[in-house]
């Protein structure tokens, strides 16, 4: 039998299985997709037993493919952060999650960075209180729901909660729980002051494990409606940006990397707590031991072009069918047919709110300066100009804190298009890069596996053996061009924030 390692990572999508050989080969993998709720604006929510329908297709079609001889001999969970599963003490959700783009808990954030004191906050957590993360999820469910307060035994987060379905065991692990801003990074464990100073029990937070730690093992249940074995160990994990870290090689200090998902994330690891002055970015502890790492988040990167897809060019996704080729390769084209600047046509990416470079829930996506002179490859060019812009700000920051970026890893569904890779070369002012595997966070998760089970002595030898940087673009031709509509964006939030806060957007 062939020893293999599983990566599962429960995206916000769909859920995402892979099986890796011990030389870092991928052997299989499978994805299932799963529904999102939006009850509200603002608003959105998922059934964890949505995931575990999806996530036992993905690890049954993985296990299927990689045929009879295939026997798992450790897993690794990643998943979308900062999520609230609020459960009772048979693990059981008392309500739908809320998830990290949910802006409904704005109100709360306020009042907790007011009880905390911000530099305190800043200090323990990392991080600003803002709605996304799982602690003001918290407060806002306990004013507007608070009978489940009272029913509450345990509170999760998303890829933890499936930790519970396949082991019966409640845990978490640091780089996830990082995200809770009810944890104490430099410590690396639940702090019990900021529990305290926001009322919340801290008997209600699962025991935190370091990232290749095994945590937990599979439950006969779990095993025999997975084909796979009782007692195989179940490590720690991470969160889903920790996880897609490692699964691009970022284990040092050095390389900074670019995730292109629905969110988009830049992240540089750092071997000493960070800090995070003025709370502009995130700081969490990395899923590598002993290290931590400062991270800008786009609410939606992939998102917006996602939805410039199904609201705007809807009638691309049946011609590139039958193509066979990717709807997005599509808009590509469509983008590249226009200079750079769009013609003087803006796109705000702000569809969820906001987290780097601006902190705002209320902010909302917006096109400025449409014309009749416009069409639908303008809006195409501007949405993927107006994603690359924010992300260059976000990196911007992350140089400010002293990070200096040589080149850019870029990772994601997003990173597969030569034309938007050329673009962000060309913002951000430095070469991008990718790497040998295009797996991300369910490889990182399959990694981080393989130390926990004892087939790599840790988490840089497994990933010095398995990664290797590929195809260098460096800046072209056209890098100044982007100068003048870049700026013109920058003025845009400001002059539009006062509308966007009063709930006219």
Not at 194 to 210: Q, S, V
Not at 249 to 272: D, I, M, N, Q
Not at 492 to 499: H, I, M, N, S, V
Request: charged letters at 20%; glycine letters at 12%.
């Amino acid at each position: 039998m062939k020893d293999l390692l599983l990566g599962l990572d429960l995206g916000t999508g769909g859920t995402r299985a892979i099986l890796v050989a011990a030389d870092g080969s991928i052997v299989a993998g499978h994805s299932v997709d799963h529904p999102l709720s939006t009850p509200r604006p603002g608003w959105a929510e998922q059934d964890p037993e949505d995931w575990w329908r999806s996530a036992t297709a993905a690890i049954r079609g993985a296990i299927a493919k990689a045929g009879p001889s295939a026997r798992v001999v450790g897993i690794g969970l990643s998943g979308q952060m900062h999520g609230l599963v609020t459960c009772d003490a048979k693990g059981t959700p008392l309500r739908p999650c809320i998830l990290w783009c949910d802006q409904r808990s704005a109100a709360q954030c306020l009042e907790a960075e007011r009880r905390i004191g911000l530099d305190r906050l800043l200090s323990l957590a990392g991080n600003r209180m803002l709605a996304g993360f799982t602690a003001p999820k918290i407060l806002w469910c306990r004013e507007h729901e608070p009978e489940l307060e009272r029913r509450a035994a345990v509170h999760l987060l998303p890829k933890d909660w499936l930790r519970h379905r396949l082991s019966g065991t409640f845990a978490t692990e640091v780089s996830d729980a990082s995200g809770t801003l009810l944890f104490d990074c430099p410590r690396r464990c639940f702090s019990e002051e900021l529990c305290g100073l926001l009322g919340i029990d801290l008997r209600t937070m699962p025991p935190c494990f370091e990232s290749p730690v095994v945590s937990s093992r599979l439950s006969r249940e779990a095993a025999d409606a997975l084909g796979l074995a009782a007692g195989t160990p179940i490590v720690g994990g991470g969160g889903d940006q920790a996880a897609q870290a490692i699964g691009t090689g970022l284990v040092r200090e050095g390389p900074v990397s670019l995730t292109l998902g629905t969110s988009g994330c830049s992240f540089a690891v750092r071997h000493r707590w960070p800090g995070n002055p003025g709370g502009v970015l995130h700081a969490f502890c990395h899923a590598v031991p002993g290290t931590w790492h400062l991270m800008g988040v786009m609410l939606s990167a992939g998102g917006s072009l996602r939805w410039f897809r199904d609201e705007v060019a809807r009638d691309l996704v049946p011609l590139a069918r039958s193509k066979g080729v990717d709807p997005y390769e599509l808009i590509c084209e469509e983008a590249a047919s226009v200079p750079p600047g769009a013609e003087g046509l803006s796109f705000l990416p702000y569809l969820s709110g906001e987290r780097t470079p601006i902190s705002d829930p209320h902010a909302r996506g917006a096109f400025v300066g449409i014309s009749t002179a416009h069409h639908r490859p303008h809006l195409a060019r501007a949405v993927l100009e107006g994603i690359t812009f924010g992300l260059a700000d976000g990196l911007d920051l992350i140089r400010g804190a002293g990070t200096p970026i040589a080149s850019l890893r870029l990772s994601g569904g997003g990173a597969r298009d030569l034309f938007w890779r050329q673009m962000i070369a060309d913002v951000v002012g430095c070469p991008t890069t990718l790497v040998n595997t295009t797996e991300g966070a369910a490889y990182g998760a399959a990694l981080l596996a393989g130390v926990g089970a004892g087939v790599h002595p840790s988490i840089e030898v497994a990933v010095d053996a398995a990664i290797r940087e590929t195809d260098r673009l460096e800046p072209s031709a056209s890098a100044p061009a982007y100068r003048p509509p870049r700026e013109r964006a920058r003025r845009l939030y400001p002059l539009l924030r006062e509308w966007f806060a009063s709930g006219s957007a």
